[in-house]
């Protein structure tokens, strides 16, 4: 039997991708949510525009499943994973699951400001956050949204789309320089800027003023203090690997695990946000927790778990929606290269754009510009499947 900790995109994709390849023994997939897999990157774009009451209780509408795959696994839906034993053994809060593997995909937790407990402040991770803060935003006038990466700018933009008054403030004083190269980071906070959003870099946040217990605004490190309804914390995730703490497996900021998502627990396999790969020629040695890398993670421990040789590694791809703008960046931006436009143009918000050698590039930016950009990531995907030895 095969027990799946975390019943989301990475165990999913374990999961099927074990029949893919022909595995045919029980799969369990413990999930601490109520919910069948579905998907999170909508939940900071389309979701929260619809309001609470609008947005379905059964999370259908963004599923992860095909039809009928449900019926391929044993689903412990509501059940937390509390520790790990040799065997391996996954312990849960309704019991013990022996199994003879184990895979944790227990994805990451929004990180958090201390003291950021007051009514109005959201943090954004699961469909409950997002019912939340749509129903907090649906009266509110000013929101501020604490950290300018994507979830926090796409956030942002679904905000200022619905009418509210949006700040950004970041800690940063050059924010998304380091995906983009920090011409296109410039870009970008001029693309806020343009829709409304009033963004502050180079910002602390000293504390959060609040009148009965909720927040009524945000006191920068300054003295400035900036209205505000509802706050979001979009300061990051963390690799959510609390629950295996006192557990005999190595953890540093997430599962530690070989190429193949071996962890240093016999027997037990870590995929997606919870883990964190180790060896340099992984493809996606540094943390990468986005839904390609989670895919790709996935996939690897499930071909090692099945006895097949790993699948070629892609590059790095992430992608984000911002004021009507889709934004895409393959491979590693080299620090403080600014990438050079190859293709469209900058100041027409739609171009593409190459860090390094253009035959060869380290990076690829593009913004609504899809084809070329999928020509070049392809090339970057044969280059990085051509370095690494599978
Ligand atoms: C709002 C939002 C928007 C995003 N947008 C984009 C985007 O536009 N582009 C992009 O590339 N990426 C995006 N991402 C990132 C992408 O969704 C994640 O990288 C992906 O969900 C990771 O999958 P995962 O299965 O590893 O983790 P998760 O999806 O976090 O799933 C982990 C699951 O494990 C469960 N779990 C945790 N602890 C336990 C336990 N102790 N016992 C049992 N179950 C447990 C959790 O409840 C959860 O259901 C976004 C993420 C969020 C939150």
Redesign the pocket.
């Given at each position: 039997m095969i027990g799946i900790?975390?019943?989301?995109?990475?165990?999913l994709t374990v999961a099927r991708t074990l029949r893919s390849l022909g595995v045919t023994e029980p799969i369990i997939l413990?999930?601490?949510?109520p919910w069948l897999p579905y998907d999170?990157?909508p939940?900071?774009k389309e979701v929260i525009t619809a309001g609470d009451e609008s947005i379905a209780p059964d999370p259908g509408w963004a599923t992860l499943l095909t039809p009928g795959e449900a019926d391929e696994f044993d689903w412990r839906l509501g059940?937390?994973?509390t520790g790990l034993a040799p065997g391996p053994v996954i312990h849960t809060d309704h019991g013990d699951i022996p199994a003879d593997t184990v895979v944790l995909?227990?994805?990451?937790r929004a990180r958090r400001l201390p003291g950021d407990v007051l009514a109005g402040v959201h943090t954004?991770?699961?469909l409950d956050d997002a019912r939340r803060l749509a129903d907090d935003l649906h009266d509110a006038r000013d929101l501020v949204v604490i950290g300018a990466g994507?979830?926090g700018a796409?956030i942002a933009s679904t905000a200022a789309a619905m009418g509210r008054r949006v700040t950004i403030v970041e800690r940063a004083a050059d924010p998304g320089a380091a995906a983009l190269g920090p011409r296109l980071a410039a870009w970008a906070l001029d693309l806020h800027r343009r829709a409304g959003v009033d963004v502050v870099v180079d910002a602390g946040v000293a504390d959060l003023e609040a009148v009965d217990g909720r927040v009524r605004a945000v006191r920068l490190a300054d003295g400035t203090t900036i209205p505000a309804d509802v706050v979001v914390v979009g300061v990051g995730a963390v690799a959510?690997t609390d629950?295996a703490a006192n557990s005999p497996i190595a953890i540093d900021g997430g599962f530690l695990t070989d190429a193949a998502g071996a962890t240093s627990m016999p027997g037990v396999w870590a995929a997606?946000?919870?883990a964190r790969v180790t060896a340099p020629d992984a493809g996606h040695a540094v943390p990468h927790?986005?839904?390609?890398?989670?895919i790709e993670s996935a996939r690897a421990v499930a071909h090692a778990v099945a006895g097949h040789p790993r699948p070629a590694p892609r590059a790095p791809y992430?992608?984000?929606?911002q004021h009507g703008h889709r934004i895409q960046i393959c491979g590693t931006m080299p620090r403080g290269v600014d990438p050079t436009v190859v293709e469209g143009s900058v100041d027409d918000d739609a171009f593409v754009a190459v860090a390094g050698d253009p035959d060869r590039p380290d990076a690829v930016v593009a913004v609504d510009m899809p084809r070329p950009f999928t020509r070049l990531r392809k090339a970057m995907d044969a280059r990085v499947a051509g370095a690494v030895r599978i």
């Open positions: 900790v975390g019943a989301s995109l990475a165990g413990v999930g601490a949510e999170r990157p939940l900071s059940v937390a994973a995909a227990t994805g990451a954004l991770r699961t994507f979830i796409e959510e629950w997606g946000d919870c927790q986005h839904w390609s890398a989670a992430v992608w984000s929606e």
